[in-house]
């Protein structure tokens, strides 16, 4: 057990809502990171952090929005829901060796 | 468009039958993890492959890194309905950005 949490599990909200999903690390670990996972695209990262304040931009951003104000919290924003935001959301953090993820349970949002 | 291709997308087999995922990119990793994945959960790490060629056996699961580092095999023999799951195959590139496979949906039959 990785020590990440993730909330909250499941969220409906309506389209144009702001939401922020919430990810908690128990492990001090630098890096962290948001992904989305939908049918038929695996996991797309969405943003990720390597330190307090330092976050940068991953494949799928646009719409998203990250902070990180502690060492243990990464909150991933959505200024203003979409329909095509309706996903599985997953936070990680990475491991020791930076080339190994953990996984926390998931956050499945619906936006309708 | 997918920066790894995983094949094949479902696979339903028979206890007891060997199996073979690929993990396919025109893209250099400096390394790669396949994952497995229960529905309602978040992946679990099985294993990490970072030299080219590497070779990793977990119990019955044989990993393996391509001599270029662009692309890797899970093979599983004698599968088990233990085994059933999504594996997810993921690349790092600088160390720190991951790229996911899009994922082979394992199901073995008792």
């Known amino acids: 057990d990785a020590g990440i949490t993730q909330s909250p599990r499941h969220k409906v909200t309506e389209t144009g809502t702001p939401v922020t999903l919430r990810c908690h690390q128990t492990e001090n670990h630098r890096y962290m990171y948001w992904y989305r996972q939908d049918p038929g695209h695996g996991l797309r990262l969405i943003h990720y952090s390597y330190g307090v304040k330092d976050t940068d931009k991953g494949e799928v951003s646009d719409g998203y929005s990250v902070s990180r104000s502690k060492t243990e919290d990464f909150l991933l924003t959505l200024e203003s829901a979409t329909s095509s935001q309706t996903s599985v959301y997953f936070c990680a953090i990475a491991g020791r060796q930076h080339y190994e993820q953990y996984f926390g349970p998931g956050t499945r949002l619906t936006v309708t | 468009t997918q920066l790894l291709e995983q094949s094949p997308q479902f696979l339903s087999i028979q206890e007891g039958e060997n199996l073979t995922v690929y993990c396919n990119s025109s893209s250099v990793f400096s390394s790669l993890q396949w994952y497995r994945q229960e529905p309602g959960e978040g992946p679990v790490l099985l294993v990490t492959?970072?030299?080219?060629?590497e070779v990793k056996k977990l119990k019955r699961l044989t990993f393996q890194f391509g001599d270029a580092r662009k692309d890797s095999s899970l093979h599983i023999t004698a599968a088990q309905p233990g085994d059933t799951g999504l594996y997810l195959c993921?690349?790092?590139?600088?160390?720190?950005?991951?790229?996911f496979g899009s994922g082979t949906k394992l199901n073995v039959k008792p």
């Open positions: 492959v970072v030299t080219g060629g």
């Open positions: 993921a690349g790092a590139q600088n160390f720190n950005k991951f790229y």
